[in-house]
């Protein structure tokens, strides 16, 4: 199984500022089999991006994704107030789909 | 547009069985493109992937869980069903029901708003 290890915990920014999050596996992602989704309270996740780098329909410019292999990261520039939410990396190159821990981004 | 939308009981006993069901409007269960699935939440675990089935009937699992779900379809009424047997508290999570598509190992591009079943006596 891989595990997904996200860093840091909680990302304390303020809007306009730009956000970085880490997801680190524990070994290599097939293909960059890995997507990343945001979390709202009471809501579902909502994916924003999918073999590490591709951005779902109708997620902004402002949302982009990096990495390969084993490191992957999530960079969120100009902060908006619907930004602040949980955000988790799932993977799907390896059996069985596992996601990471999340990263809570928080307001400052 | 695709929705789905997960329903049963939001209560369950301990040893009892866990069954929900997921109804799918605006696109049909017996898509060949289309993976049907169910992920949990829990605080302690975070996002747990359950399992998928094919239009076909074919099933994938988490080995963790594999020994007590089961799967199915009703392409009749367009929803697809979960049951997990011998729940114990550790179960109580929010149960979604999510779709793939072309492959049960892909990123989940559609999502019910979640479902919380409690284990509890």
């Known amino acids: 199984e891989i595990v997904l290890t996200q860093s840091p915990g909680t990302l304390s920014l303020s809007p306009g500022e730009t956000a970085t999050l880490s997801c680190r596996a524990s070994q290599n992602v097939r293909s960059n089999y890995l997507a990343w989704y945001r979390q709202k309270p009471g809501q579902a996740p909502r994916p924003l991006i999918y073999r590490a780098s591709s951005r779902a329909t109708g997620i902004p410019d402002r949302f982009s994704g990096g990495g390969s292999g084993t490191d992957f990261t999530l960079t969120i520039s100009r902060l908006e107030p619907e930004d602040f939410a949980v955000y988790y990396c799932q993977q799907f190159g390896g059996t069985p789909i596992t996601f990471g821990q999340g990263t809570r981004l928080e307001i400052k | 547009q695709l929705q789905l939308q997960e329903s049963g009981p939001g209560l369950v006993k301990p040893s009892e069985t866990l069954s929900l069901t997921c109804t799918v409007s605006?696109?049909?269960?017996?898509?060949?493109?289309?993976?049907w699935g169910w992920v949990r939440q829990t605080p302690g675990k975070g996002l747990e992937w359950i399992g998928s089935?094919?239009?076909?009937?074919?099933?994938f699992d988490n080995p963790s869980l594999k020994s007590r779900v089961t799967m199915s379809l009703d392409t009749s009424k367009n929803q697809y069903s979960l049951k997990l047997t011998s729940v114990t508290a550790a179960d109580t999570a929010v149960y979604y029901c999510?779709?793939?598509?072309?492959?049960?190992?892909?990123?989940?591009?559609?999502w019910g708003q979640g479902t919380l079943v409690t284990v509890s006596s």
């Open positions: 605006g696109g049909s269960i017996s898509s060949s493109n289309y993976y």
């Open positions: 999510a779709k793939t598509t072309d492959g049960y190992r892909n990123w989940f591009d559609s």
């Open positions: 089935i094919y239009y076909s009937g074919i099933t």
